[in-house]
């Protein structure tokens, strides 16, 4: 009887989060695809078809948009390694007792809501905020000159709000390494740069690779940035999805929308993947 007990125990663990998932993800998944192949309208209803032209017609009209959402995914996820390194570094390998106090003001904004940390940012980007109106003061930017409604203003505000996303994992993976191994490095006469390089890099890559997978998804089908920060030539194709599903009512169209970026997303995810070799990543992860 213990045997069969300890037989089933996992599958019982795994039950819970298993049937959490196929309510509120399996379920909606398969009624959103069956959505985007049906015809109509919100008056007369809609009912399935097969029509799968909807995909094509939704990617030959948005197709500028899908390009831009992944374009500023990708910037902001470049920029978000490059800013996120050096914080999670220094927090793991200098912040000595006070660790959990510098992780807890690295998450102190996500206590106020993404919305208002949004519209906050655009307070201080507007050109009357205080980032730009004193330079404008003093002469030193022309009355021309605008951060507001520019791909610069969105990148920036995804940056700003995916930031704790991009350092935790990779102050994870920090953390694992064992000191030894870096004055083993030295010993051997390693520059810091070549310690880094050869040492403690490739180390931090499994917290690298989670990082871009919690940030690049999220950023690029991001609405809120675009839509406060932006203006109508920096559209990203969540702001289409929301409209078309909440202002246009036209279900069929955002559902395929959906499902293409949710594709090309995928994509880019496994090929990321391919290219970092994520075997290799997760044996470094392992030892």
Known sequence: MSRVKRQIAPYLLVLPGGIWLLIFFAVPMVAMLSLSLQEGDIVSGYRFTGHWQTYTEAISAYQTQIY????????????????????????????????????????LPFFVSFVLRTISWRQILTDEGPLLHPLRE??????????????????????????????????????????????????????????????????????????????????????????????????????????????????????ALSFVLMFVLLIGVFTYARILGTEDVMKVAAR
Do not use: C
């Open 68 to 107: 831009r959402s992944l374009i500023y995914g990708g910037i902001a996820t470049v920029a978000l390694i490059v800013l996120a390194f050096p914080v999670a570094y220094w927090i793991a390998f200098y912040g000595g007792r006070r660790k959990p106090t510098y992780l807890f003001l690295v998450l």
């Open 138 to 255: 003093a002469g030193l930017i022309g009355q021309s000159f605008h951060i507001l409604g520019t791909p610069f203003a969105v990148i920036a505000g995804l940056v700003y709000n995916f930031l704790p996303f991009m350092v935790l994992p990779i102050y994870v993976a920090l953390e694992r390494i064992d000191p030894r191994v870096v004055e083993a490095a030295r010993d051997l006469y390693a520059n810091p740069a070549t310690t880094f390089r050869r040492v403690i890099f490739p180390l931090a890559l499994p917290g690298v690779f989670a990082g871009v997978l919690m940030t690049f998804v999220p950023a690029s089908s991001d609405f809120v940035n675009s839509e406060v920060l932006g203006s109508s030539e920096t559209t990203m194709i969540g702001q289409v999805i929301q409209a078309q599903f909440l202002d246009n009512s036209d279900y069929p169209t955002a559902s």
